[in-house]
DNA sequence: CTATCCACCTGGCGGC
DNA sequence: TGCCGCCAGGTGGATA
């Protein structure tokens, strides 16, 4: 039985739906949270939040004074999202930040809602009779307030870099974000400023997938590269967007528990693994400034 | 300014 | 079986 979210939700159908998953090899990153974005939109835009349950003080920013009251009675408008961070527009001006942090996750409950866990931190109750509600067990995730106005210069969003799937992104983008760059190309891939969304799996694959090694440093990479280096982190990107949207339609099981993202990683966790594209090496994992790095020390460099 | 390092947090896993 | 300690990750703030 293959439904759509909306659908299930409207026919009273899902029970417990979880649109992020916990999965250990699924951190959230750009289509992840694209994804849980895609997930929310159909149950939460243009719906009234008629209560907003915050069980504790913070996460891992304290949550605005007045986070719940100043949301409740509201109608949310559209979900948008930049970089990492999930939009929620609010009519009359507010806007809700959402960020997943490593651990956290959105669950859709439309009927018998479970009493709350011990990290569920927070639940949007809306005006179908919806609860989205969040848990976050490491609390790397944050909520907070802003307006439409002051969302471009807020403090989390003002510096991060083009999103690469943005149509205004192109190589010559990256090229100029990457001059004189003396640190390596992975943890500058990393670095929000330079592009936005990609973490620590999507840097690996990227660079995987357009024969750069890890180690090189940023500012030498050629035109030519950059090139290719930019069409392989949109290949990636979407890839993985493709598969958490199938998942989202189409793995829809009949107790509304969503299908998993598949797990296609060529490089990523796979250290020590014979590589699968040249079958000769063993795929390395080094550190990087503290963060884990795989790659083929043969097919990249 | 840029680069590096650390704190934040808890579940999961390896080792004993 | 149980317990201990380490590790993973994204980000901002402190430090060099």
């Known amino acids: 039985m293959d439904r759509t979210i909306a ?9 417990l739906y979880c649109i992020n998953i916990k999965c250990k090899r699924n951190m959230p990153e750009l289509p992840e949270v694209e994804t849980v974005r895609r997930g929310l939109q159909p149950v939460l ?22 986070f719940a009251k100043k949301l409740t009675g509201k109608t949310i408008s559209h979900l ?3 970089a990492k961070y999930i939009l929620m527009h609010i009519e009359g001006g ?3 930040i959402i960020h997943l942090g490593m651990s956290g996750h959105m669950t859709i409950l439309a009927k018998n809602i479970p009493k709350p866990g011990k990290h569920d931190h927070v639940d949007f109750c809306t005006s179908n009779a919806v609860t989205v509600r969040f848990n976050d067990p490491r609390r790397f995730g944050l909520m907070t307030l802003t307006t439409e106005k002051g969302l471009e210069t807020h403090k989390l969003l003002k510096n991060i870099g083009p999103d690469p799937l943005a149509n205004n992104f192109n190589h010559i983008t990256l090229a100029d974000a990457l001059v004189g760059r003396k640190v390596s190309i992975k943890v500058a891939l990393l670095d929000q400023k330079t592009i936005a969304g990609l973490g620590n799996i999507y840097v690996s694959e990227s660079l995987f997938r357009s024969g750069i090694s890890p180690l090189r440093l940023a500012h030498s990479i050629s035109g ?6 930019t069409k392989c982190i949109r290949e990636v990107l979407i890839e993985a967007l493709d598969a958490g949207g ?17 797990n296609n990683f060529k490089v990523y966790s796979k250290g020590d693994e014979t590589c699968n594209r040249c079958l000769r090496a063993r795929i390395k ?3 990087q400034s503290g963060r884990s790095t795989f790659y083929c020390p043969i097919c990249q460099s």
Not at 7 to 15: A, T
Not at 224 to 229: F, K, M, P, T
Not at 246 to 262: E, R, T
């Open 94 to 96: 507010d806007v809700v």
């Open 224 to 229: 030519v590269e950059v090139e290719e280096l």
């Open 246 to 262: 199938s998942s989202l339609n189409d793995h829809v099981k009949p107790d509304g528990k969503l299908g998993y993202f598949q």
């Open 45 to 66: 835009e243009g719906q009234k939040l008629t209560s907003v349950v915050v069980r504790r003080s913070g996460l891992r920013i304290p949550f605005p004074k007045d």
């Open 285 to 287: 994992k080094i550190k």
């Open 7 to 15: 659908e299930l939700v409207r026919l009273r159908y899902v029970n």
């Open 80 to 82: 948008t999202r930049r």
